[in-house]
């Protein structure tokens, strides 16, 4: 009988953990993933979980990865559920992506800038076609190595804020906000919405992104620079008072240079949305660019009439652990609230019926 | 447990919640923000609750957790199975025996004590999301108190259907200034929050808000004169208990309309039919 | 005159950047009478009405309210939940757009009945029956009380917002543009019932309007507007009949030419 069924709670977990387990490690005849090889051979995976969980390990990011069967934002969602019990040592200082190891850079805006376009390991203009050699595992070919050290590559939003075509970013030493541990408030101040950008689900970003291109918040984009490389992570420890090296990470960035802005008061100039991503991660960084300039809107004076505008709307929804959740817990017991709905039901009905009858 | 503080949380983070939870009870029905932590559970599967109770857990605390008021359903057993867990505590289903309660959906029956703390899990609890999604208008109009709104969807209701149409999370009207959601609990519960000798709780860990009714605090279900609150149930008794005074669940038994009403709280059936 | 004034304006300045859209601008209406403030588009009189009606915050001036205790209270300066409640019962509103004021997917009586619901009503039969009446007297049938506003004409929905509007018996009503929009014979129609219920209900109002004519069915008193300043104010007739400001004269052959 139904009811007998929805008891013996404790055992049937028990039961669809163990079948779970046993189902994610596959034909036990076939080797086992290491998270090495996830972690080498799947890096756009391991950056975008890193990302979506505000954490940068790429070893657990892989194992996240393995453990949640290739779920993404399952294997986000456990690496923050980890990243919230660790301790906190301190802050890095702020990144100097300036002085980043580029491996990457292009801008659309120029045919050419200093230091040079550099495409890097892209795939941008690759065939998408099916390569079956890799079903053999063939070893890749050689890649060929730049026989020049790269010169010094200045920010292009630098160069054009030098000559006060870029609005100026006015300088804060305020504390930035931080959405892991205080309740995002609105209206929410730019660091904020950058952080809560930073993490969101790259599938919401893309599609929020994609929505101001095509009329709903629209600000006329120039890509005016992508750059990807590795940038070192400074720390300045208490007990010593001055900035050491502890590590570097590889960033995307990507710089967005919208329509121009100003009027009586102010003298025109373009204005920027900024997007910043864990790895080799183009359309993230310029998706989150794209946003950050949408919800700038208000700001800057703009109507605000589409959703990509609007940065409660964007912020509140962008987070997949949140919408994933949310939307799940659908799927637990809800019987008590559907009786008494349907009791409601019935009751209207009856009296409705009883009405019609007289 | 190994590698973790006790009931999970870090003291600081419990230090944070529980100054949110005190402001909560200081203003009765307010919805405080406060810098929720991402949990190992899922987001709406109770995180908020959960936050709640292992900021007011200690050693000697005795928790029972329910869903749909039930000790034995695969969420409620989840979360008991946690805390026993991380915290090492007594758990129990005996409502009589629990110092902190943890619920989804449900009231439990039994009356409950002042050295009692019910813990709601709440999905929503900005109560007037439906009439304004904005988060910031809403706050204002909390602010000033301008509820004709939520009156409107009343009138509305009862212009077009003879009845209030709000069969569950019926807001009410909490120490006659916030208007709250009991969360997602049957109106039939509603008469309980009212003036109830225990302290009541409420965590939405996704919306990152606490609010409380202190105990013996005012409740009161929105309704109009001419057409008071009433609670309803289903119409019998329960199949195994024969109750007629508790909330039932319905359960099919067949597929050619046979059907059996048992209470929806497991522990005051059991201890009913004993 | 003896009685106060029920409110009074005095030297209010606003401006959008290097544009005054208020300059120095007073004036006062006295309980039960109807005033209009005339102009052209971009003249201040909208901006004129969001100061008065506390909407928005002058940059200097203030705007003296007398409340139904007699107490004077000074409108920017009130407590954002005291102004509130004279938003929803002492005045009124009517909005060019009914849009502004109506929820078009709540019933006609929903709609009236939520002013009186925000004032603490809580009886369901005396807000509808209340709501019916309402209607009535804004010659919409009342077996309609439980249609929403988006089934409506434009009219209708003029006339209903008016219903929503006066439900509360406010002693101050702010108006702009009422007619605006609408086919002459609907505008004839709204005017000839405005001028009957503020009449019959001794409502002051401030009327903002960019068309004489309403000015002249509606309001004994008048103020002209150009440029942010209040240039002429009189009597409705003596300002429309014999205007004295170069403006005022242009404003009125203006119109006698159409």
């Given at each position: 009988?139904a009811?007998?069924?929805?008891?013996g709670?404790e055992?049937?977990?028990?039961?669809?953990?163990?079948?779970r387990e046993?189902?994610?490690?596959?034909?036990?005849?076939?080797?086992?993933?290491?998270t090495?090889?996830i972690?080498?051979?799947l890096?756009?995976?391991?950056?975008?979980?890193?990302a979506?969980?505000?954490?940068h390990?790429p070893?657990?990011?892989?194992?996240?990865?393995r453990?949640?069967?290739?779920?993404?934002i399952?294997?986000?969602?456990?690496l923050?559920?980890?990243?919230?019990?660790?301790?906190?040592?301190?802050?890095?200082l702020?990144?100097?992506?300036?002085?980043?190891?580029?491996?990457r850079?292009v801008?659309?805006?120029?045919?050419?800038?200093?230091?040079?376009?550099?495409?890097g390991?892209?795939?941008?203009?690759?065939?998408?076609l099916?390569?079956?050699?890799?079903?053999?595992?063939?070893?890749p070919?050689?890649?060929?190595r730049a026989?020049?050290p790269?010169e010094?590559?200045?920010?292009?939003a630098?160069?054009?804020?030098?000559?006060g075509l870029l609005?100026?970013?006015?300088?804060s030493?305020?504390?930035?906000?931080?959405?892991?541990?205080?309740?995002?408030?609105?209206?929410?101040?730019?660091d904020?919405?950058?952080?809560?950008?930073a993490?969101?689900?790259?599938?919401f970003?893309?599609?929020?992104?994609?929505?101001?291109?095509r009329g709903?918040?629209?600000?006329?984009?120039?890509?005016?620079?992508?750059?990807?490389?590795?940038?070192?992570?400074?720390?300045?420890?208490?007990?010593?008072?001055f900035?050491?090296d502890?590590?570097?990470?590889?960033?995307?960035?990507?710089?967005m240079?919208?329509?121009?802005h100003?009027g009586?008061t102010?003298?025109?100039?373009?204005?920027a949305?900024?997007?910043l991503?864990?790895g080799?991660?183009?359309?993230?960084?310029?998706?989150?660019?794209?946003l950050?300039?949408?919800?700038?809107a208000?700001?800057l004076?703009?109507?605000?009439?589409?959703?990509?505008?609007?940065?409660?709307?964007?912020?509140?929804?962008?987070?997949n652990?949140?919408?994933?959740?949310?939307?799940?817990?659908?799927?637990?017991?809800?019987?008590?609230?559907?009786?008494?709905?349907?009791?409601?039901?019935?009751?209207?009905?009856?009296a409705?019926?009883?009405?019609a009858?007289? | 447990?190994?590698?973790?503080?006790?009931?999970?949380l870090?003291?600081?983070?419990?230090?944070?919640?529980?100054?949110?939870?005190?402001?909560?009870?200081?203003?009765?029905g307010?919805?405080?923000?406060?810098?929720g932590?991402?949990m190992?559970?899922?987001?709406?599967?109770?995180?908020?609750?959960?936050?709640?109770?292992?900021?007011?857990?200690?050693?000697?605390?005795?928790l029972?957790v329910i869903?749909?008021?039930a000790?034995?359903?695969t969420n409620?057993?989840s979360?008991?199975?946690?805390?026993?867990?991380?915290?090492?505590?007594?758990?129990?289903?005996?409502?009589t025996?629990?110092?902190?309660?943890?619920?989804r959906?449900r009231i439990?029956?039994t009356?409950?004590?002042?050295?009692q703390?019910?813990?709601?899990?709440?999905p929503?609890?900005?109560?007037l999301?439906r009439?304004?999604p904005?988060?910031?208008?809403?706050?204002?109009?909390?602010?000033?108190?301008e509820?004709?709104?939520?009156?409107?969807?009343?009138?509305?209701?009862?212009?077009?259907?003879?009845?209030v149409?709000?069969?569950?999370d019926?807001?009410?009207?909490v120490n006659?200034?916030?208007?709250?959601?009991?969360?997602?609990i049957?109106?039939?519960?509603?008469?309980?929050?009212?003036?109830?000798?225990?302290?009541?709780l409420?965590?939405?860990?996704?919306?990152?808000?606490?609010?409380?009714i202190?105990p013996y605090?005012?409740?009161?279900?929105?309704?109009f004169?001419?057409h008071?609150?009433?609670p309803?149930?289903a119409?019998?008794?329960?199949?195994?208990?024969?109750?007629r005074?508790?909330?039932?669940d319905?359960v099919?038994t067949?597929?050619?309309g046979?059907?059996?009403?048992?209470c929806?709280?497991?522990?005051?059936?059991a201890?009913r039919a004993a | 005159?003896?009685?106060?004034?029920?409110?009074?304006?005095?030297?209010?300045?606003l401006?959008?950047g290097?544009?005054?859209?208020?300059?120095?601008?007073?004036l006062?209406?006295?309980?039960?009478?109807?005033l209009a403030?005339?102009?052209e588009s971009?003249?201040?009189?909208?901006s004129?009405?969001?100061?008065?009606?506390?909407?928005r915050?002058?940059?200097?001036?203030?705007?003296?309210?007398?409340?139904?205790?007699?107490?004077?209270?000074e409108v920017?300066?009130?407590?954002a939940?005291?102004?509130?409640?004279?938003?929803r019962s002492?005045?009124?509103?009517?909005?060019?757009?009914?849009?502004?004021?109506?929820?078009m997917?709540?019933?006609?009586?929903?709609?009236i009945?939520?002013?009186?619901?925000?004032?603490?009503?809580?009886?369901?039969?005396?807000?509808?029956a209340?709501?019916?009446?309402?209607?009535?007297?804004?010659?919409?049938?009342?077996?309609r009380?439980?249609?929403?506003?988006?089934?409506?004409?434009?009219g209708?929905?003029q006339?209903?917002?008016?219903?929503?509007?006066?439900?509360?018996?406010?002693?101050l009503?702010?108006?702009d543009?009422p007619?605006?929009?609408?086919?002459?014979?609907?505008?004839?129609?709204i005017?000839?019932?405005?001028?009957?219920l503020?009449?019959?209900?001794?409502?002051?109002?401030?009327?903002?309007?960019?068309?004489?004519?309403v000015?002249?069915?509606?309001?004994q008193?008048?103020?002209?507007?150009?440029?942010?300043?209040?240039?002429?104010?009189?009597?409705t007739?003596?300002?429309l009949?014999d205007?004295?400001?170069?403006?005022?004269?242009l404003l009125?052959?203006?119109?006698?030419r159409?």
């Amino acid at each position: 009988m139904a009811y007998v069924a929805v008891k013996g709670g404790e055992r049937a977990i028990d039961a669809a953990h163990a079948w779970r387990e046993a189902a994610r490690r596959g034909d036990p005849a076939v080797p086992a993933l290491s998270t090495a090889q996830i972690a080498g051979q799947l890096g756009r995976a391991v950056e975008r979980v890193m990302a979506e969980a505000s954490l940068h390990d790429p070893v657990l990011a892989a194992l996240a990865i393995r453990q949640a069967e290739g779920d993404l934002i399952e294997a986000a969602f456990l690496l923050r559920a980890f990243r919230t019990t660790l301790p906190r040592f301190g802050a890095a200082l702020p990144l100097e992506t300036g002085r980043m190891a580029v491996r990457r850079r292009v801008s659309a805006i120029f045919k050419d800038v200093p230091g040079g376009q550099i495409l890097g390991p892209t795939t941008d203009y690759t065939h998408r076609l099916l390569d079956f050699t890799l079903l053999d595992d063939a070893p890749p070919p050689a890649a060929p190595r730049a026989s020049d050290p790269v010169e010094a590559m200045p920010r292009v939003a630098e160069l054009l804020a030098a000559e006060g075509l870029l609005r100026p970013e006015p300088a804060s030493e305020v504390t930035p906000f931080d959405l892991t541990r205080e309740a995002l408030a609105h209206p929410a101040p730019r660091d904020a919405r950058l952080q809560g950008l930073a993490r969101g689900d790259e599938g919401f970003l893309l599609g929020m992104g994609y929505s101001t291109q095509r009329g709903y918040g629209g600000s006329h984009p120039f890509a005016g620079e992508i750059r990807m490389g590795a940038v070192s992570v400074e720390l300045v420890p208490d007990e010593l008072g001055f900035p050491i090296d502890i590590g570097e990470v590889v960033l995307t960035e990507c710089q967005m240079v919208n329509q121009f802005h100003g009027g009586k008061t102010e003298p025109a100039c373009f204005t920027a949305g900024y997007g910043l991503a864990f790895g080799q991660a183009d359309r993230r960084a310029m998706a989150m660019a794209l946003l950050d300039r949408a919800m700038q809107a208000e700001e800057l004076g703009e109507a605000v009439t589409a959703p990509a505008q609007n940065p409660e709307f964007v912020l509140a929804h962008a987070d997949n652990i949140e919408a994933t959740g949310f939307v799940e817990h659908l799927k637990l017991p809800h019987y008590v609230d559907f009786q008494s709905e349907a009791e409601a039901v019935r009751r209207l009905r009856a009296a409705a019926l009883a009405k019609a009858a007289e | 447990m190994r590698g973790y503080n006790f009931a999970y949380l870090d003291e600081q983070t419990k230090r944070m919640i529980r100054r949110a939870i005190l402001k909560a009870v200081a203003i009765p029905g307010h919805q405080v923000p406060f810098g929720g932590r991402e949990m190992p559970l899922p987001y709406g599967w109770g995180t908020g609750g959960i936050q709640v109770t292992a900021a007011i857990l200690g050693p000697q605390d005795v928790l029972k957790v329910i869903d749909q008021g039930a000790d034995d359903t695969t969420n409620a057993v989840s979360i008991r199975r946690f805390f026993a867990r991380v915290a090492g505590i007594a758990t129990t289903t005996r409502t009589t025996e629990a110092s902190v309660i943890q619920t989804r959906h449900r009231i439990p029956e039994t009356k409950l004590r002042a050295d009692q703390i019910l813990v709601y899990q709440v999905p929503q609890p900005e109560p007037l999301y439906r009439l304004e999604p904005s988060r910031v208008a809403a706050r204002r109009l909390h602010a000033l108190a301008e509820y004709g709104a939520m009156h409107v969807r009343l009138y509305e209701d009862i212009a077009r259907l003879g009845a209030v149409a709000i069969s569950y999370d019926y807001p009410v009207l909490v120490n006659r200034r916030y208007i709250t959601s009991p969360s997602p609990i049957p109106a039939f519960d509603n008469p309980k929050l009212h003036r109830m000798a225990a302290l009541q709780l409420f965590g939405a860990g996704r919306e990152k808000r606490i609010y409380a009714i202190p105990p013996y605090t005012e409740v009161r279900s929105l309704d109009f004169e001419d057409h008071p609150f009433r609670p309803h149930r289903a119409d019998g008794a329960c199949a195994l208990c024969g109750a007629r005074d508790s909330y039932l669940d319905e359960v099919l038994t067949d597929d050619r309309g046979g059907r059996m009403f048992v209470c929806s709280d497991t522990d005051y059936c059991a201890g009913r039919a004993a | 005159m003896s009685t106060p004034p029920l409110l009074r304006a005095e030297g209010l300045c606003l401006s959008y950047g290097a544009l005054a859209a208020l300059d120095q601008v007073g004036l006062a209406l006295w309980p039960g009478e109807v005033l209009a403030v005339v102009g052209e588009s971009g003249s201040g009189k909208t901006s004129l009405l969001d100061v008065l009606s506390g909407r928005r915050t002058p940059d200097a001036g203030t705007v003296l309210y007398q409340d139904e205790s007699g107490a004077t209270r000074e409108v920017h300066a009130m407590a954002a939940p005291l102004l509130r409640r004279l938003h929803r019962s002492d005045w009124g509103f009517v909005h060019q757009d009914p849009r502004e004021s109506l929820r078009m997917e709540i019933s006609a009586g929903g709609n009236i009945g939520e002013r009186l619901m925000e004032s603490g009503r809580r009886h369901y039969g005396a807000i509808r029956a209340t709501a019916a009446h309402w209607l009535a007297e804004v010659e919409i049938d009342p077996a309609r009380i439980d249609e929403p506003p988006r089934r409506f004409s434009g009219g209708m929905r003029q006339r209903l917002q008016i219903a929503r509007a006066l439900v509360t018996h406010p002693r101050l009503l702010f108006m702009d543009e009422p007619t605006g929009g609408l086919d002459v014979s609907v505008q004839a129609r709204i005017l000839d019932l405005l001028r009957r219920l503020v009449a019959r209900h001794r409502i002051a109002a401030v009327l903002v309007t960019h068309d004489l004519g309403v000015a002249r069915l509606l309001a004994q008193r008048i103020a002209v507007m150009r440029a942010g300043r209040v240039v002429e104010t009189g009597l409705t007739d003596q300002v429309l009949d014999d205007p004295l400001h170069p403006y005022s004269q242009l404003l009125v052959s203006a119109v006698l030419r159409v």
